[in-house]
């Protein structure tokens, strides 16, 4: 039962171009949407979030945009560099329910950007 | 700021050994995740503590594991028993609030391998 999915497991793009990472969720009840990124070796880093009664989410390069209706996330990366080739995790949560806290992860999609 | 620590970075055991991990949060950090990790899979969602109270655990965490947070600070993850199938990563992570849309930050994981 894959609540969160990521179904782009790689992605290649040339530096300065557009990145754009897609996450799809079945859960209804997920409220708050988050993305991670993950370099080998070390854990993943928040990068991003998203409450569910807004749109669009944006902070420097890093833009999230939320279609509720659809259940459907995106990251945008403007403009792609390539210190951001890494894996980018889409995680979904609850959180006014009782669990609060308990993030459901999509499985990760490996960016990779070119110089 | 030290962040999440977790040892051993990696442990290989014999298949019906016990295995025994410990994560140390972000100072003052009240709430401790536990995560694990598969090929190709993003974190799974084990448990989680409030201080010291263990507040939630998945059907992932069957009898044979067992989590502690004695006082409120570091944790420690227990295998019994333990089966190729526990061969993962697992990942702890630490944030401050009592809000679930609190951001946790990961520790670098400890990558079990179950021969």
């Known amino acids: 039962d894959q609540q969160v999915k990521q179904n782009s497991p790689s992605l290649s793009v040339q530096e300065g171009r557009i990145s754009i990472l897609n996450c799809d969720y079945t859960n209804s009840m997920f409220d708050y949407f988050l993305w991670y990124k993950k370099y080998p070796a070390e854990g993943p880093t928040f990068l991003i979030s998203i409450s569910s009664i807004k749109d669009k989410n944006e902070d420097g390069r890093f833009t999230v945009f939320l279609n509720k209706s659809a259940k459907h996330l995106s990251l945008h990366i403007v403009p792609s560099q390539p210190g951001d080739s890494a894996v980018y995790f889409c995680a979904a949560l609850n959180a006014g329910g009782t669990s609060y806290g308990k993030l459901t992860f999509g499985q990760g999609t490996i960016l990779t950007v070119h110089p | 700021d030290t962040g999440v620590s977790q040892d051993p970075r990696h442990k290989i055991t014999k298949r019906g050994q016990n295995v025994t991990f410990r994560c140390d949060p972000i100072s003052e950090h009240n709430r401790l995740y536990w995560y694990r990790q598969t090929l190709g899979q993003g974190p799974e969602f084990l448990t989680y503590?409030?201080?010291?109270?263990?507040?939630?655990k998945s059907r992932l965490l069957s009898d044979r594991f067992s989590a502690e947070r004695p006082k409120g600070s570091f944790s420690t993850l227990e295998i019994q028993r333990t089966e190729q199938g526990d061969s993962a990563m697992y990942l702890c992570a630490s944030s401050l609030g009592t809000s679930g849309r609190d951001t946790q930050y990961f520790g670098p994981g400890t990558r079990l391998t179950v021969l």
């Open positions: 503590f409030q201080n010291e109270a263990q507040l939630e």
